[in-house]
């Protein structure tokens, strides 16, 4: 009986271990279709502002919003961001919505202890997710297995793990094998001890 429990649970954490891999790994390559397909997506908190709520490193999980869902003020939101020329995105508090100059809807949102709100010009389509809940200092990990070496090194254990399994029931094959033929001679002699008895 523990044999069947510890086999089905080391099968149900492969299985979730090899789903969350799979999870990480394609969202660094098709980050859309599967956002898209699941609703839900991640990400990693790379600088404080949004401390002591969501600590630095921590992976963020997302519910994709949808195109005329309203935000309640002060839900915490993940949304684009041009940051010195390069798209970030940020993760911070959902303040209010104003109409701008150029009669776009604007949103405006805010640092964790910032006394302001952020400069960034912020519309709808750069909006993401809201926010469900985090793991912190998960994306320290993430951000690991998203890079190339990581990649390659789950590759080589993926190889390794493969081998030593056809290598583990090849010597367990072999051993119920030579514990069948150990007793199949142990029979035979004591077969063979009882004619000589008799």
């Known amino acids: 009986m523990k044999k069947a429990l510890k086999h089905i649970w080391n099968t149900a954490f492969g299985i979730i271990a090899a789903l969350l891999i799979l999870y990480i790994v394609g969202m660094h390559f098709f980050p859309d279709q599967l956002k898209d397909f ?40 993940s949304f684009h961001v041009n940051r010195l020329g390069k798209d970030a995105v940020f993760t911070h508090y959902f303040k209010k919505k104003e109409v701008d100059d150029t009669g776009r809807e604007r949103y405006y949102t805010q640092a964790e202890n910032a006394d302001r709100y952020d400069d960034y010009a912020t519309y709808r389509e750069d909006l ?34 493969i081998i030593y399994h056809i290598l583990w029931a090849k010597f367990d094959r072999e051993e119920k ?18 004619k000589r008895v008799s």
């Open 177 to 194: 094998a030579a514990q069948c033929a150990e007793s199949q001679e142990q029979e035979i002699t004591e077969k063979t001890d009882n």
């Open 128 to 161: 993401l997710g809201t926010y469900v809940f985090h793991i912190p200092y998960a994306g320290r990990y993430v951000q690991f297995l998203q890079s190339p070496f990581a990649l390659l090194e789950l590759g080589l254990i993926m190889i390794i793990s």
């Open 38 to 77: 699941v609703g839900y997506q991640t990400f990693v908190v790379l600088t404080d502002s949004m401390e002591p709520t969501i600590p630095v490193g921590s992976l963020v999980l997302d519910k994709t919003i949808d195109k005329d869902q309203e935000i309640p003020p002060d839900t915490i939101i």
